[in-house]
């Protein structure tokens, strides 16, 4: 009966004590060691992000000014759908599972050894720190750590974003080019004063267009008047300067190469005086990257290299561009 009583009492002890070691594991989860409040509720109080790239050692921040439009620093203009989407991500971030105590000290190591520190801040005052790491092998989560005044997690756990199936970690990133605005120029037709297009590829095409009222227009090419000018389409010409982008900052070309470049005359100048400010563009023909210079001179059909007035080498559409350094063929009737 004793011998009964002690192996009734002897299970009762292993049950309780694996029932406490149960309800340890699961209760550590949630404690200051991992934690997982990553999200902010009221994002519309966020009024300043620094995001840090350790691999890239990079620093970037945006600020929202008194009129709630971001800027980087020294007032540059970042496009801000771009906040938008980080402010998404920060309202909608959700726990999506905790690292296997296997994997913890491997996932700290390799997430201390490249991440993007992004910092918040609400109201003037820093509220929260993600330390954005890899993502999982099924790419469905992200390793990150937070940090807050009062304390910092030792622990990484995984984390989504509700209505998100991927990582989180591209959508944080430091260098300026991405931020940057991509518009050039915008003048409405009533603004222009003079339109020039020095074309060298083919500088038959190149011509100049004098607006000396609202309907009256003096074209010349190559010091040459041009008479077969169809108006209408001289005027949906001139509309077509009310907006124009760049496609992206250039992330291909060397300083060197950049130099070589700008030591050319343009292929194409666009210079454009209009009634209270102007703007002048170079472009550079492209070559094709599918092909080698050494083999076969080829340039690329969909871009060009355009040079802003500040300097800055971007990325330029012949979609969006050609139309303005092509418009002799649209706006003057051709001789039969």
């Known amino acids: 009966m004793k011998k009964l009583i002690v192996i009734v009492v002897g299970i009762g002890l292993i049950i309780g004590l694996s029932i406490f070691a149960m309800n340890l594991k699961t209760g550590a989860k949630a404690t200051d060691t991992s934690l997982i409040a990553f999200a902010i509720e009221d994002t519309a109080a966020v009024d300043k992000i620094e995001i840090y790239d350790s691999?890239?050692?990079?620093?970037?921040?945006?600020?929202?000014?008194?009129?709630?439009?971001?800027?980087?620093?020294?007032?540059?203009?970042?496009?801000?759908?771009?906040?938008?989407?980080?402010?998404?991500?920060?309202?909608?971030?959700?726990?999506?599972?905790?690292?296997?105590?296997?994997?913890?000290?491997?996932?700290?190591?390799?997430?201390?050894?490249?991440?993007k520190e992004v910092k918040i801040y609400q109201d003037g005052k820093w509220v929260k720190t993600w330390y954005v790491g890899h993502s999982t092998q099924d790419h469905m989560g992200t390793h990150m750590l937070l940090e807050t005044p009062s304390m910092k997690s030792d622990n990484p756990v995984?984390?989504?974003?509700?209505?998100?199936?991927?990582?989180?970690?591209?959508?944080?990133?430091?260098?300026?080019?991405?931020f940057e605005c991509t518009h050039l120029f915008s003048f409405q037709r009533s603004e222009l004063k003079k339109v020039e297009v020095i074309n060298r590829v083919t500088p038959e095409n190149s011509f100049t267009i004098d607006i000396q009222g609202p309907d009256d227009y003096i074209v010349t090419s190559q010091g040459e008047r041009v008479d077969n000018v169809i108006k209408d389409n001289l005027v949906f010409?001139?509309?077509?300067?009310?907006?124009?982008?760049?496609?992206?900052?250039?992330?291909?070309?060397?300083q060197k190469e950049i130099d070589s470049m700008k030591a050319q005359a343009p292929d194409y100048e666009l210079n454009i005086e209009g009634r209270q400010s102007g703007y002048e563009l170079d472009l550079y023909r492209r070559l094709d990257p599918e092909y080698d210079p050494k083999d076969t001179i080829a340039y690329d059909l969909n871009y060009l290299w355009g040079v802003k007035e500040d300097g800055e080498l971007v990325r330029m559409q012949y979609f969006s561009v050609s139309p303005l350094i092509q418009g002799k063929t649209v706006f003057v009737e051709m001789e039969k």
């Open 158 to 178: 995984i984390m989504g974003m509700k209505g998100f199936y991927g990582i989180l970690e591209p959508r944080f990133f430091a260098d300026p080019r991405k």
């Open 237 to 254: 010409y001139l509309n077509s300067f009310d907006k124009l982008h760049f496609n992206q900052p250039n992330y291909t070309l060397s």
């Open 55 to 115: 691999y890239q050692d990079q620093l970037f921040t945006v600020t929202r000014n008194k009129d709630g439009v971001w800027e980087g620093p020294d007032g540059m203009c970042v496009q801000q759908g771009i906040v938008q989407m980080m402010l998404e991500t920060m309202h909608k971030v959700t726990l999506k599972g905790y690292v296997p105590n296997a994997a913890m000290e491997n996932m700290k190591k390799l997430l201390m050894a490249q991440h």
